[in-house]
């Protein structure tokens, strides 16, 4: 089983500035998922980031609010740019869904004020 | 529109009641469908079912797919406090590719009194 390791665990942060989260994987992952647990709603995948190319994204999220890096096979990044208190979420990496089950990192608890 | 709903959204019982957490499905090319367990943020995992009629196991818990209605139910006999959680159902579709994407339900809140 794949252990992953996400940070920052949590943010308060200031409306109109940025949050860089980080998704780091002890084994080598073709694709990793960012997902957004808004209060009270279910998981919603932001994207899909593969390695060597750009991430894929799902309708109503857009690459400029949602920029992904994925450098290698271990490793992913999702930034959410210029915060508003709606991006106030639980937002989660996973990876490898379906063969056996997907993996999920502990999660990072965004408040913007 | 794929969704997934689950039912009911909060429930309320004590230590030693056995709940049923149930879960509906539309979603096309249906390749699985799973549960989870969130206390905190990241949600464990508990099952995956692939084929109708066929129970899974794991100590207190169970559960069953039926493909044909489309739905899922989660068994948890005698519960204890440590069972508080939100549980999440969520169904992996096919995307053409060899790894599907996961639709997940609002889940459902259990809270278990002592």
């Known amino acids: 089983s794949a252990v992953i390791s996400q940070k920052p665990s949590r943010d308060i942060c200031q409306r109109g500035t940025s949050l860089t989260i980080q998704c780091q994987v002890d084994?080598?992952?073709?694709?990793m998922f960012w997902y957004r647990q808004q209060p009270g709603q279910s998981l919603t995948l932001i994207a899909t980031?593969?390695?060597?190319?750009?991430?894929?994204?799902e309708s109503g999220f857009v690459i400029d609010k949602f920029p992904i890096s994925r450098p290698n096979l271990t490793f992913s990044t999702l930034t959410v740019s210029n915060m508003s208190p709606e991006d106030s979420s639980i937002y989660l990496c996973?990876?490898?869904?379906?063969?056996?089950?997907?993996?999920f990192g502990q999660g990072t608890r965004l408040t913007v004020v | 529109e794929d969704k997934v709903v689950q039912s009911p959204l909060s429930l309320v019982v004590h230590e030693g009641d056995t709940v049923t957490l149930n879960c509906s499905y539309e979603?096309?090319?249906?390749?699985?469908l799973l549960w989870y367990k969130q206390e905190k943020k990241a949600p464990t995992f508990l099952f995956m079912l692939?084929?109708?009629?066929i129970e899974k196991k794991s100590g207190r818990l169970s559960s069953i797919l039926d493909k044909k209605e489309l739905f899922s139910i989660l068994n948890i006999t005698a519960t204890q406090t440590g069972d508080s959680a939100v549980y999440l159902c969520?169904?992996?579709?096919?995307?053409?590719?060899?790894?599907?994407?996961?639709?997940f339900g609002r889940g459902t809140q259990l809270t278990v009194w002592p």
């Open positions: 996973s990876v490898e869904a379906g063969v056996t089950e997907a993996f």
């Open positions: 084994s080598q992952v073709t694709m």
């Open positions: 980031a593969n390695q060597g190319s750009e991430a894929t994204y």
């Open positions: 979603v096309t090319n249906f390749r699985s």
């Open positions: 692939t084929s109708s009629g």
């Open positions: 969520a169904v992996e579709a096919d995307r053409g590719s060899t790894l599907g994407r996961l639709y």
